[in-house]
């Protein structure tokens, strides 16, 4: 990837990045308030964010794709959380080996902006992810300054506009359910002011500087819609109605239809 995984682990483990981290995390929450039960799946460095579902979620899953020159151990599978129905491993973005339809929520963070195919690599999570299933993606924002700050892992990869992401994931199936721009803290590190007025910061300027946002997040959800009938009538009811009737030898009229009936 752009940063090594240790330096991701050394950006959240930063005082900026704990701020990040908890400005996120509660954005994140307002999107998912109630993940019981559920299976989980973070790509891209989701550790940070997936930790605090591990004890309420059916399974949750974190998976790291596999770049050139990034090592492959002999065992990519390891274990991540304190029991092991929670894992974490290393995978070809386009060849997860997770079944398909088996994902409840997806989480995307320092993922999308990071790929160089990003049809294929939304087909893939389409793939996993449960009819009404919903993916959270998270990216920076072109406009933000935080896109700028290439001391920080979202100073990398390819930013997106709203319109750019929302136009790439309409394009691959997903409907779009809400968005929203977030991290007006300013990437300025070792500031104590914005270490204290972090959370001030972030609830004042959404309102007054909205354009500025660090990341979009926007929230997608599978359909699978019923097909039509051979006939072309829409109607699925009606196209087995008339089949009933022609295998007993009743006559349907040209213009039969069920309103037709009198009872």
Same mark, same amino acid.
């Given at each position: +990837?752009?940063?090594?995984?240790?330096?991701?682990? /050394?950006?959240?483990?930063?005082?900026? &990045?704990?701020?990040?981290?908890?400005?996120?995390?509660?954005?994140?929450?307002?999107?998912?308030?109630?993940?019981?039960?559920? *299976?989980?799946? &973070?790509?891209?460095y989701a550790l940070p964010y997936l930790t605090p579902w591990c004890d309420t979620a059916e399974r949750v899953i974190a998976m790291t794709a596999l770049k050139p020159r990034q090592c492959l151990p002999d065992n990519v599978i390891g274990h991540w959380c304190a029991d092991s129905k929670n894992m974490g491993f290393i995978s070809d973005e386009f060849s997860m080996p997770i079944e398909n339809s088996s994902i409840d929520r997806i989480l995307l963070v320092h993922y999308?902006? /990071?790929s160089d195919h990003i049809h294929e690599t939304l087909q893939e999570i389409w793939r996993v992810l449960k009819a009404?299933?919903?993916?959270?993606?998270?990216? @920076?924002?072109? $406009?933000g300054v935080w896109a700028r700050a290439d001391w920080s892992p979202f100073g990398h990869g390819h930013p997106f506009?709203?319109?750019?992401? &929302?136009?790439?994931? *309409?394009?691959? +199936?997903?409907?779009?359910? *809400?968005?929203? #721009?977030?991290?007006?803290? @300013? @990437?300025?590190?070792?500031?104590?002011? $914005? $270490? !204290?007025? #972090?959370?001030?910061?972030? *609830? +004042?300027?959404?309102?007054?500087f909205p354009f500025v946002a660090g990341v979009h997040m926007m929230e997608m959800s599978k359909q699978i819609y019923a097909s039509i009938d051979k006939t072309g009538t829409g109607s699925a009811v009606l196209a087995k109605t008339k089949e009933?009737?022609?295998?007993? &030898?009743?006559?349907?009229?040209?213009?039969?239809? @069920?309103?037709?009936? !009198?009872?």
């Open positions: +990837m752009y940063f090594s995984i240790s330096d991701l682990q /050394n950006f959240y483990d930063s005082d900026i &990045g704990n701020i990040v981290q908890g400005i996120l995390q509660s954005h994140i929450d307002e999107f998912w308030e109630d993940l019981h039960g559920l *299976r989980i799946l &973070g790509c891209g999308l902006e /990071n009404n299933g919903r993916l959270l993606v998270i990216v @920076p924002n072109r $406009m506009t709203a319109s750019q992401l &929302g136009a790439y994931l *309409r394009d691959n +199936m997903f409907v779009q359910e *809400r968005h929203k #721009a977030a991290l007006f803290v @300013p @990437p300025i590190p070792d500031s104590p002011i $914005m $270490m !204290k007025s #972090a959370n001030l910061i972030e *609830r +004042m300027a959404g309102n007054i009933l009737l022609q295998g007993s &030898g009743g006559v349907i009229p040209q213009n039969f239809s @069920p309103k037709n009936e !009198k009872c």
